[in-house]
């Protein structure tokens, strides 16, 4: 399904009363960061007089929380709220006590123009690096329909009710699951402890597909935790910009990684570094496409990261290129002789001296050495092209994090 990428507009947020009662603790004067992202990639189900509760795994700790809820999908404004974070629990409970309700403009309800986000308040909350919240989003009736923005492979349980406002509730109540995020894209903390944001940046691997479900055994979790167990380096938030079925030239599932960089990474607060892990979905596209503008080269690959590389630079952001992975055995004809000589190309390119600001080199990592175009099957999920938890984990532990101990 194609796409074609909406601009979001990225409203600040105002001083309210419960706002203005955090700014005297000085919160508000620390650096806002991603603790945690999920990037929207296609209009979803209709949510009717619904509340939905996400559970999220925060990567750096703050204290205070605000949120972005999109519209980037829906084809007519959607008025939500009233939207509410508190501690998680067991699955969609929460601690009793925690629960916070976040405010937009001062207010409990906000409508989102087609196409749009919204920042939320932000609102006085210590909240601690891996820990789990809870976000829970109350969808007004509505006569006109209305399709949601969702993340489409969550790898995470979104619970929501049959019908009714649950958003404070903390025995939550029975109701529907799905695998799918709906509407949150963004919680952002700041405090003594935060700094900087790390986007990893890419399609289905970076998303952790192949990974155990509410298990955050993505590399970008392990990776976190990785930075929380260095004292220099825990300041550090990390935004998952992963979207499956991603392209960096064209369109797919979700905007091309060229429609949506800025908004994606480059806006992320308190960005500083990318780590690109993207290209393998051009290549196996190439193998199956019909069209001929699907039919991509090694250098149309190439020069499509030099422009990403161009637009973080402009931006004063290092960007760091990942290797793409083996992908031998996943099928034709999305692996094919001809995609494997382009993968090969385009890992040289993103080895070689001056390409990116530094190199993680994925492909190395989780390669069979007998077979080096497939991935070793320690590592293998099953479909031969996503790695299991294992080797998102090894993925994780070959990033080297001296890359993020530079400053600004």
Known sequence: MRHR??????????????????????????????T???TPDIAGPVLNAQTVRQIVRTSVGGSGVRVRLSNLFGNVPITLGPVH?????????TVPGSDHTLLFNGKPTVTVAKGESVLSDPVKMDVKALQELAVSIYVPADARYHASTIHNAALATAYITETGDATAAVQYPRGEVSGNRFYLTDVEVAGPETEHTLVTFGDSITDGVGSKE?????????????????????????ANAGIGGNRILHDNYGPSALARFERDALDKPGVRWIVLLEGINDIGGSG????????????QLIDGMKTLIARAH???VKIYGATLTPYGG???????VAGEKTRQQVNAWIRSPGAFDGVVDFDKTVRDPAAPEKM?????????????????????????????????
């Open 314 to 316: 402009a931006r004063h």
């Open 36 to 38: 945690w992202t999920a």
């Open 376 to 408: 070793l099957a320690a590592y293998d999920s099953g479909d031969h092209l996503h790695p299991n938890s294992a080797g998102y984990r090894a993925m994780a532990n070959a990033v080297d994090l001296s890359l993020f101990a530079d400053k600004p």
């Open 214 to 238: 509410n298990a955050n055994d993505r590399w970008p979790d392990y990776l976190a935790a990785r930075l929380q167990a260095d004292a220099k380096l825990k300041s550090i938030g990390v």
């Open 5 to 34: 990428a909406l601009k979001w507009l990225f409203a600040g947020s105002v001083c309210a009363i419960a706002t203005c009662a955090m700014a005297a603790t000085g919160a508000d004067r620390h650096a806002w960061v991603d």
């Open 85 to 93: 974070v508190a501690l998680g629990a067991k699955k969609a409970d």
């Open 288 to 299: 199956y496409a019909w069209e001929s503008k699907d039919k991509i080269t090694a250098q």
């Open 330 to 336: 996943s099928g034709w004809p999305y692996h094919s």
